[in-house]
C-alpha cells in the first residue's frame, strides 16, 4: 500500500501536467476541473512553434549526449585508474571528489566558470557548457568503482600473461564488463545534463540561437499582451519528456542487469 500511495503522489503531477497541457489558458489557471472541458491538441502544435523547439530540442541532444560521452570516457579512466594503480597523490584525489559531492556552492562558481571559458574563447559555443558538465562527474565516478572492485583482478592478471599492457586490459577485457553499469551511469549523467538551467542560461544569454529546451521554455511563458500562457509552457514541458522517456526505455536493459546481478550477490 504503502508504494502506491508514493506512487500517486510522484504521478500525480505529471498527470495534472499532461492534462492541463490540453487545457484553455483560462482552464488552467483557475483549476477548478482535473480534465479540460475541451481538448487542445493544438497547443502543442503552437508550443512547438512559438518556442522553435526543433533548434532547441537538436542544442539539448548536443549538450546531453557530449557530456554523456565525455563524462563516461573520464570517469571510466579515472575509476581505472584509481582501482587498479597505485600512484603518489590516490588518496588525496578520491577524497577531492568526495568533497564534490557534498559542498555545494552552486551559482557561486558560475563567474569564475565563465571567466575561465571566456579565457578558452569557449564562451560563445556550446562546449563550454559541456566541459563543466564534464568536469563535475564525482557522482558518476563513484558509481562506476563500486562496479570496478566487482570485477576479479584475477582477470587483469591473466590478461597481462597473455601479452595485453595496461590499456588494452581496460578497453577490451574491463570496459565490456562494465556495459551495464556504463548504461545506468549514462542514463543519469544524460538526466542531469537535459534538465540543466542556470549555466546554459548564463552561457547563452547573449546568443538565443543556442539555449537548449530548459532555457528555451521560457519563451512560452508569456504571450500578447504580456499574458502568462500557463497551457503552452505545459503542452512545452510534456515535449521536452518525450526524449528522456525514450533514453529510459533504451536504458532499462541496463537497469535490469545491474539489479539482477546485485541480487545474484
Known sequence: MFLIAAAVVTLFPVVVAILGSFKTNMEVTVGATLFP???????YAEAWKKANFALFTWNSLFISAATTIGT???TTMAAYAVDRGNFPGKKAYVALQASTMFISIGAV???????LMVALNLNQSLWGVILILISAHATAFFMLIGFFKGIPKDLDEAAYIDGCNYYTVYWRIVLP????AIGVTALFTFRNAWNEYILPFVFTMSNPKLQ????GLTNLKYGVGAAAELQLMLAGACI???????????????????TAGSLKG
Open 72 to 74: 563516461l570516457l573520464v
Open 37 to 43: 472541458k475541451q481538448w487542445l491538441f493544438s497547443n
Open 240 to 258: 521536452s519528456i518525450v526524449p528522456m522517456l525514450i533514453v529510459y526505455m533504451f536504458a532499462n536493459k541496463s537497469f535490469m542487469q545491474v
Open 212 to 215: 537548449p529546451l530548459t532555457v
Open 109 to 115: 562558481v558560475l563567474r569564475p566558470q565563465f571567466d
Open 177 to 180: 564488463l562494465l556495459k551495464p
